[in-house]
């Protein structure tokens, strides 16, 4: 299936530093969002985005929908070790077909260390 | 808000048997729920859409006879693993939409 291209694959970093990863496509989305797995759980949203342009922060996360349509970026500042996790973004193809999936990225696996 | 609860958490079952995973929206209604797998260390690919009250439409390459899927009522969806193979083994989860998709916390299938 179509997937989303997301880099880093993987990154380690220490404690306090700041984040970034993005993803992009070949396709135009009308929604970015960005979830966050833990082991052996399901994601968990941490960010929607939903016009072209739009930068949204929750917290110490922040995440911008490419002005293309056609990529994500999402920072994390001054990283702890509970921010440990695989982060996916996801796109949501568009609305006219009446269709809500989404198409997800590879991942970003992302190791901090104290 | 928005929690998505699935049962059971790990099934264990043996080969050519049914296994039935249901997933629930327990604090809204969700007219549409997703079902996704994934294997390990990789991203989570679409299985099918499940529609309240109508067929649930399946991705390409997912066999409809095999993972059936049924949407009943606004906070259940259940995904039926017929006659299942080793191959068949894998992490399950599902969605439900509220205005965004809201996981549940998955299914670790393991056949024998």
């Known amino acids: 299936g179509q997937q989303l291209n997301q880099s880093p694959q993987s990154m380690f970093i220490q404690e306090g530093e700041d984040v970034s990863m993005n993803c992009t496509s070949s396709?135009?989305?009308?929604?970015w969002l960005w979830y966050k797995q833990d082991p052996g759980e399901g994601p968990v949203l941490l960010i929607a985005?939903?016009?072209?342009?739009e930068l949204t922060s929750n917290g110490r996360l922040t995440a911008q929908f490419g002005i293309t349509r056609k990529d994500s970026f999402l920072n994390i500042s001054a990283s702890i070790p509970s921010d440990v996790g695989i982060y996916f973004c996801?796109?949501?193809?568009?609305?006219?077909?009446?269709?809500?999936?989404?198409?997800f990225g590879t991942g970003t696996r992302l190791k901090v260390l104290a | 808000g928005a929690v998505v609860s699935q049962h059971p958490s790990r099934v264990i079952c043996k080969s050519g048997t049914s296994v039935k995973i249901e997933c629930r929206s327990l604090?809204?209604?969700?007219?549409?729920m997703f079902w996704y797998r994934q294997f390990p260390k990789q991203s989570l690919m679409l299985m099918a859409t499940?529609?309240?009250?109508?067929?649930?439409?399946?991705e390409q390459g997912v066999e409809k006879d095999k993972f059936l899927i049924n949407h009943a009522s606004l906070t259940l969806s259940t995904l039926t693993v017929t006659s299942a193979h080793p191959e068949d083994s894998s992490f399950y989860i599902c969605?439900?939409?509220?205005?965004?998709?809201?996981f549940g916390p998955g299914t670790r299938l393991t056949v024998t």
């Open positions: 996801a796109g949501q193809l568009g609305r006219t077909s009446g269709t809500y999936k989404y198409i």
């Open positions: 604090d809204f209604q969700a007219t549409t």
């Open positions: 985005l939903y016009k072209a342009g």
């Open positions: 396709s135009i989305f009308n929604t």
């Open positions: 499940s529609n309240e009250g109508s067929k649930a439409t399946y």
């Open positions: 969605s439900a939409r509220l205005h965004e998709q809201y």
